[in-house]
Every structure is written in structure tokens, then in C-alpha cells.
């Protein structure tokens, strides 16, 4: 059985965690997960990529515990950040549903992706610590979303639910009907321009690095010597001024 399994709804690449009993992140899964993302990456057509669980009460647990001996760990490292440098770089905006456990590398994974979608019972945690250990992807991303919930979550270990993870800024927000709402973000989605996303999303990604002024200087430039040579950008301007819906060729 593959560790995920794949559809495409429309504009957007549904990715959902398969290895029972409880999405545990093993070698396998990251390779499977960096290999979708890369074939992704260069197709204009796709609007947004989705991540969830195709378990009931569990998003994940986390990586393999027995990946994080002095042996293993860093080929796990190696092929866990080559899955989190992917999302980050990836040009479609990305979404994640959690639903349930929401666990070490699987937190990581979800709170990376753009927009995080949470059901009520979901909770949100990096016990990390409690194997003498640190997660590095949540020590170097969870600060910029949120200063003391990030210490807490990687020193103290303890999940936060769902409403405490909102409450803090972590994720997007909580919604009762996770399938529902994710149909919402995709549709919207799959109203913009492909060209326009990919470097909208580039933009928010490298506007929270650095100084704000050197993100703004730097984000000037892309405006200018990125976004204004895509036929997009002309369409949606003159589009605007003719009073029509624009017709984006997504480059």
C-alpha cells in the first residue's frame, strides 16, 4: 500500500497521509511526499495543493521514534526538511486539514502550509522534548507565526488544542466542516491567476525574513521585474478598466 494517496479536484492536488494505524512519518512517506510536490511544481494548471489525513481521528503522529536514534536521524532529517523545503518553494498555495492528533513532524508538515484548516477535536503538538529532543523545523518556523506559543509548544512539549492554536495564531482558523471550507479556499483559488499566486505566495514567504525594509526593497523589485513582465498582471488591469472578468493564461 503507498504511504499516500493522490486525487486532483478541479485546480487543486489533494495529497492525503495513508500509513495506518496512526500517520506515522517514515522514510517512505517522505520520499513519496517530496516526490508529488516536485512533479507539482511546474504545472500552471493546479491552483493549490491540499494535505490531509485519509485516517479518521488522526492527521499524524509524527515521525518514526526509531529515526531519531544517533544512526538514523540524520537520513530522517535529510528527507523530512527536502518534504518542508518543497512546501515552502512550492509555487501553488498550500492547504492543510487536520482533523485529530496533530503530532512532532506532522505539526511541523501542517504548519508550514500556507492555510490550516482545523476541525474542533484537533490538537496541535511537539513532544519532541520528552525524547530529549528538539524539532528543528518547528524551532525555526513556529517563531515567525508566534513567539511564546513556539516555546511553549517545543519546550514544554504539551499540545494545544485547536482553539488555543488559533487563539495563538498558528493556524487559520477552526471550522466544523473541514471539507466544506476546504472546498471554499479552492474554489477561490481556482479564480486567480496561476502566475499571480506563485509569486503573491513567494511574496508572503519572504516578506516575514529580514528587516521589514529590506523586505520591502527586495519585494519592490520582484513587483517590477517579476509580476509586471506577466501577461497576467496586464490582463488584470486592463480587464479591471474594461468592466470584464479577466482571462487569465496563468503565466
Known sequence: MEPIETSERGNTLWIALHHPPL?????KVFEALEATLRQAEGRRDLKAVVIRSGLDGTFSAGSDVRDHTRERAPAMLRAFHAVIRRLHTQPQPTLALVDGRCLGGGCELALVCDIVLASPRATFGQ???????????AAAWLPRLAQRAAAEMVLGGAPLTAAEAAAAGLITRVVDDLEGAA?????RLAGKSAAA?????????????GPFLDALTRLEQSYVEDLLRTDDAAEGVAAFLEKRRPQWRDR
Open 127 to 137: 513532544p519532541e522534548i520528552d525524547l530529549g529532543c528538539f524539532p528543528p523545523v
Open 197 to 209: 499566486l506563485a509569486l503573491a505566495r513567494r511574496a508572503v514567504r519572504a516578506g516575514g525574513e
Open 23 to 27: 500517520n506515522v512519518l517514515s522514510l
Open 183 to 187: 472546498g471554499d479556499w479552492t474554489a
